[in-house]
Structure formats: C-alpha cells, structure tokens
C-alpha cells in the first residue's frame, strides 16, 4: 500500500505540474495566488503568536478554527474541479480497493497551499494557548488530527456529492459562490464590528460549545492540558480522532459506492409514457419545446406565466423569456441572487448596527438596476434568433421596453420591501416617502442607462467557467456598466437636490412626501427617454451587437 500512497502523490504532483505548463498567464495566476495565500498565513501565525497571555485567546483560536474547519466542509461544493484529484470518478475503472485508495488519497490531500496555510493557522492557535510540556506534547496530536479533520472532511463532502458537482446543478452552485463569500464578507464584518465594541468576552459562550465539535476540539485540548485538566484534554482528543475515523467511513463508503454503483449516464434512460403512444419528444401539440442554452429541451419560453401579458406579441414572449433566464441560466441566476442578497445586507446589517441611513435602501435599486445592463450579452449566441425579429426602430423599442418591464417585475416590489424594512428597523417612517421616491428615481435612472449601454458596449458573457466576460472584452465591460452607473447618478442629480432642499428649508420637511409620487413619475420618464433613444442605437448596430456578444 506504501507503493500506491506513492503513486497516487506522484499523480497529483504530475497533474499541477502539466496544469501550470498550459500557459504562462496560469503559472503567474498560481504563483501569485501561492504568494498571497502564504504572505496571509504568515500574518496569520504571527498574530496569533501574539495573542499569547491574552485572557481570551483560547476562545479566539477555538472559533477561528471552527470556521477554518466550516471553510474546509464548503468549499468543495463550489470548486469541485479546481483540484482534479477530487474527483474519484476518475479511477473507478482502476483495480482498487477503497481503503487503501482511502489512504493514498488523504496522503496526497496533505500536499498543497490549503493543507499548508491550515497547519500554520493550527501551529498559530496551538502556540498561542500552549503553557507546559504536557501542553506542548498535547498540541504535537492536536495539529496534526486537526488537519486530519479538515482535510478528510473535505474529501467526505466531495465524494458523497461529485455527481451533482459535476453535473449542470453543480455547474449552478459552483456559479453561486459568489453569493456565499458576499454574504460570509458581510457577516464578518459585523462580527469583527461587535466585537470591537463589546470586546472578545463574549465569546467564550460559544467556544465552550464549539470545543467539542472537531477540529476546534483538537485546539480546545490544547488549552486543558494548559490549565491542568488532562482528563478534559484526552476526551477532546479523543473526540477529534473519533471525527477523522468517521470521516474515513463515510468517504470509504461514498468510494465504493461510486466504484460499484452506476449512475444515471451509464443506464439506458425509460422512454417516456407519451413516447410509447407515439407522441415522442413533440408532445401531444406536435410541437418541440425551446431548446436552452444548457442543450435541453423544455417548454417553449413562449409560454410564459399566466399573468404576463400575452404571448402572442412581443412583450409578452420577451417578458416571459426574460424571467426564464433569471431561473434557468446559471449565470443570470447567480447574478440576480448576489444583487438580491447585497442589495438586502447592506442596509439591513448597517441599520442592525446603529450605524445605518434610510438612504441605504436605494442601494438595493442600485443593485437590481445593474441587471438592466449587457441585456444583449446575456443572450450570447442566441442573440441571433432576436435579431431577427428586430426589423425598425419600433421593433428594437419593443425588445428594450419588455426587458425593462420584466426586471421591473422583480425589482420594483423587492426595492420597496427593501426600503420599508430598513425604516422599520431605523424607526424613521418619516423618511419612507423620500427614501421611496428616491429608489424610484435612481431605478429609472438605472434601467434608461442600462439599456442605452446594452446597444452601445455589448459583451459576451462565457457559459463555462466563472468568468463573467469574453477574454478582450474587459474594457467594454468596465466602460459599460462603471460609466453607466455615473451616468445614473448624474440623471438622479434634480430628485437629489430637491430632496436636500426639502429636508435643509425651514417648513420643508412638510412637502417631503412629494418626493414619493415626483421620484416614481422622474423614475419612469427618464426609464421611457432612454428606451426611446436606446431602440434606433439597438436596430442600426445589430450585427456589431451580434459578433460582440457571439464571441464567448
């Protein structure tokens, strides 16, 4: 079994060397990322050696740990094929047997950036609690099952899920991780922000729990055996070894069963009832669904929500097909989930810290606004099939105007239960009327600069990946949505200066609900402008809009 562990390091050592002969641009990507990561942990190392003598270090290092050991459990659900040894559909044809493929597995897991950076955080919060040899000789054990842990806790959650990480549902989660390092972002920075103020007593609650969940056992063990209770020392030991031999287990049993079992592609799929009364794929209409951009076939994008306008004009087929895209397509849905989730933190975390304004709330139009840009570029290549059905300036002002409408769908009622729920919170209903109109007008704002873009700085957006630009586009994509942006702003300037006015004159603050119906009528005719001179742009530069959009 030694030969195989060998072997089986050796193969991963091969794959990162061949990844990085590839090109020059992803040695300097690794390089660069390799220097970072480690510059950090030796930060890291540093600070938590300071921390040593600290009254609460121990909880610090315990709940620092359990996140590192959280990090270890979700990140494989979102960068499955980052590291192509995760996959152990690659060697089910191989004469191997689980558990000593268990072993040279998790041996090779040990090699790598991760591993290395987490051993210096354990090292870190080890030296940090440490007092005594038998401190010292109890952190020897912890270090090393804490890393244990977290690596076979990251192949236990690989195995058990590879087969949707590595279909189109993975393909969707993966896409979505953004949203997860936006929301874990937000979350620690109110964390660090109450902490400031109330100091890191308040930890100590949760770290006596988190002491005996593994990893942060492994650390909590460290810190007994530092004040004299070994017994308490062995028992979380013991519980982080427990863990390690758990997670084996259950990553044995995953192994064999994706070893043994055959999953859907390898089992020829049962014909449908309709097929065998002869209907096939058509259906009883005879008629095929739309295929998607994903190559599957489903109900025509014609058939859209019963009250969406009818489908048999433009607004409606366009509407309905619109909001397929923010449900089906994996990029548009993770883009609308992030403006969704961000546009909500921001102003609801700041008023929950005290430190928030009512204003906030327009971040979340702001936010939603955003998608209004690149409509055509979110199309890609089917572009095409639309750019046949724009034939005048009339046609082109319809396409705009029932994109416009199905964003407003979505992001008129969810801007203002944004800004209802940030003045609840803040106890300013006073202000809702200005904060209202204000959303309004810069939403407008938003969506007339947004579609004058979209016929202007077209990009393609790449459906594989997690690029959200075709490689030489970077500056059309950055002109398109930062310039537009400025240009909202500058377009909200009168309701802006109307509302200082009001809430800076004497007897103005009577008058401020006005801002409330005047934002919303500003918000919808300057919506309406831009449409109207976004459409002749659209329906004269139809095959530059298509070649730019076609090249992802």
Not at 337 to 352: D, E, K, M, Q, R
Not at 424 to 445: I, M, T
């Amino acid at each position: 079994m030694a030969g195989l562990t060998s072997v089986v390091v050796r193969l991963k050592l091969s794959l990162l060397r061949n990844g990085l002969r590839q090109s020059g641009g992803r040695r300097a990507a690794y390089v660069a990322s390799a220097v970072v990561t480690l510059l950090f942990a030796v930060l890291q190392l540093v600070g938590l050696i300071a921390l040593r003598g600290h009254e609460h270090a121990a909880s610090l290092v315990v709940l620092l740990v359990a996140v590192l050991g959280l990090g270890w459990a979700v990140m494989p659900l979102f960068f499955a094929r980052g590291d192509e040894t995760l996959d152990p559909t690659r060697l089910v044809m191989l004469p191997l047997r689980p558990r000593p493929l268990v072993r040279a597995l998790l041996t090779a897991s040990l090699v790598g950036i991760g591993p290395l950076f987490t051993a210096l955080m354990l090292l870190g919060s080890v030296i940090a609690v440490a007092r005594g040899a038998a401190a010292y000789g109890t952190a020897v054990a912890g270090v090393g099952l804490g890393l244990l842990v977290c690596v076979a806790l990251a192949r236990a959650v690989a195995a058990a899920n590879i087969r949707l990480l590595t279909s189109r549902k993975g393909r969707d989660l993966a896409v979505l991780s953004g949203l997860v390092i936006a929301i874990g972002a937000q979350v620690v920075n109110f964390g660090v922000q109450r902490l400031g103020s109330a100091g890191l007593g308040q930890l100590d609650p949760v770290a006596r729990v988190l002491a005996w969940v593994p990893p942060a056992s492994a650390i909590a063990a460290v810190d007994a055996a530092s004040e004299g209770a070994y017994g308490v020392a062995a028992a979380r030991l013991a519980v982080t070894a427990g863990a390690v031999a758990a997670l084996v287990a259950v990553w044995a049993r995953s192994l064999t069963r994706l070893m043994t079992e055959p999953d859907g592609s390898t089992l020829q799929a049962s014909e449908p009832a309709a097929r065998s009364e002869g209907f096939g794929r058509f259906g009883r209409s005879g008629r095929a669904g739309r295929v998607g951009r994903s190559g599957r076939a489903g109900r025509s994008w014609r058939a859209g929500p019963r009250w969406l306008p009818s489908a048999d004009g433009r607004t409606g087929t366009v509407m309905g097909r619109s909001l397929r895209y923010v449900w089906r397509d994996p990029k548009t849905k993770a883009a609308w989930v992030t403006s969704l989730a961000i546009g909500l933190i921001v102003p609801v975390f700041n008023a929950l810290q005290g430190t928030g304004s009512i204003y906030f709330a327009c971040f979340a139009a702001g936010m939603l606004g955003i998608q209004m840009y690149n409509q055509f570029g979110q199309d890609t290549s089917a572009f095409w099939m639309v750019a046949m059905t724009v034939s005048s300036t009339r046609d082109a002002y319809a396409e705009l105007r029932a994109r416009a409408l199905a964003l407003l769908v979505i992001t008129l009622p969810y801007a203002t239960l944004v800004t209802v729920l940030t003045t609840a919170l803040l106890g300013d209903w006073a202000k809702l009327p200005e904060a209202l109109g204000l959303s309004f007008a810069l939403l407008g704002a938003m969506l007339a600069t947004g579609a004058w873009t979209s016929a202007r700085f077209p990009y393609s957006i790449p459906q594989e990946g997690y690029k959200n630009v075709a490689p030489g586009q970077a500056g059309l994509a950055w002109i398109a949505v930062f310039g537009g942006m400025v240009a909202a702003a500058l377009l909200c300037a009168p309701v802006i200066a109307v509302t200082i006015w009001l809430n800076v004159s004497e007897g103005g603050d009577a008058w401020t609900w006005v801002l409330l119906p005047g934002g919303a009528a500003y918000g919808a005719a300057i919506t309406v402008l831009g449409l109207r001179l976004a459409a002749p742009r659209t329906a004269e530069r139809l095959p530059e809009i298509l070649t730019a959009v076609s090249k992802g």
